[in-house]
T-cell receptor, first 115, second 112 residues
Framework: AQSVSQHNHHVILSEAASLELGCNYSYGGTVNLFWYVQYPGQHLQLLLKYFSGDPLVKGIKGFEAEFIKSKFSFNLRKPSVQWSDTAEYFCAVRILTGGGNKLTFGTGTQLKVEL | DTGVSQDPRHKITKRGQNVTFRCDPISEHNRLYWYRQTLGQGPEFLTYFQNEAQLEKSRLLSDRFSAERPKGSFSTLEIQRTEQGDSAMYLC??????????FGPGTRLTVL
């Protein structure tokens, strides 16, 4: 069965630091890739998505992610984090062939940004 | 508000009782999904509907769980004879065909 690994469970950064959160998946076929964010007390929101085309995708609030097919990775980046980026971040994969339409999520990364 | 809504937001029940949750998707979305999320984990897929047809069920969905979407609009998820292991956040999402999924706020279930 497919799986999604997020390597960092908890990350603490100071404001203005750069962020990179790792995400790897275990499936060799065609996939769609997503990053969702959950701010404290709020529901899951889509941060960005990759369906096809340019492997560098830009999302909301200055986030971007790069799809590297050879490494089965879809890492999330932001050059300068803000206190308001404190949230939990989830990577998710949708398999396009025979995978139905479900999303498979990683376990999440809790990001805390300190002033 | 035109997002996905779920009711109730919190449910506390005693072991052995039945519970039912409701999800109202975004109105033009024909796909509706249920996920379950426990502490420290990402959401896990339970089942999904396209219109009123239930197209896929996870092995996580034991025979105590049943989901319906009778008219292709709102959906209900029922858990019979609840167990303490059913305590979790139950999330609903909706989408257009092959589109991105939009999530609701979830129903937090606590089984005593």
């Amino acid at each position: 069965a497919q799986s999604v690994s997020q390597h960092n469970h908890h990350v603490i950064l100071s404001e203005a630091a750069s962020l990179e959160l790792g995400c790897n998946y275990s499936y060799g076929g065609t996939v769609n890739l997503f990053w969702y964010v959950q701010y404290p007390g709020q529901h899951l929101q889509l941060l960005l998505k990759y369906f096809s085309g340019d492997p560098l995708v830009k999302g909301i609030k200055g986030f971007e992610a790069e799809f590297i097919k050879s490494k089965f990775s879809f890492n999330l980046r932001k050059p300068s984090v803000q206190w308001s980026d404190t949230a939990e971040y989830f990577c998710a994969v949708r398999i396009l062939t025979g995978g139905g339409n479900k999303l498979t999520f990683g376990t999440g990364t809790q990001l805390k940004v300190e002033l | 508000d035109t997002g996905v809504s779920q009711d109730p937001r919190h449910k506390i029940t005693k072991r052995g009782q039945n519970v039912t949750f409701r999800c109202d998707p975004i109105s033009e979305h024909n796909r509706l999904y249920w996920y379950r999320q426990t502490l420290g984990q990402g959401p896990e897929f339970l089942t999904y509907f396209q219109n009123e047809a239930q197209l896929e069920k996870s092995r996580l969905l034991s025979d105590r769980f049943s989901a319906e979407r009778p008219k292709g609009s709102f959906s209900t998820l029922e858990i019979q004879r609840t167990e303490q292991g059913d305590s979790a956040m139950y999330l609903c999402a909706s989408s257009l065909v092959a589109g991105e999924q939009f999530f609701g706020p979830g129903t937090r279930l606590t089984v005593l």
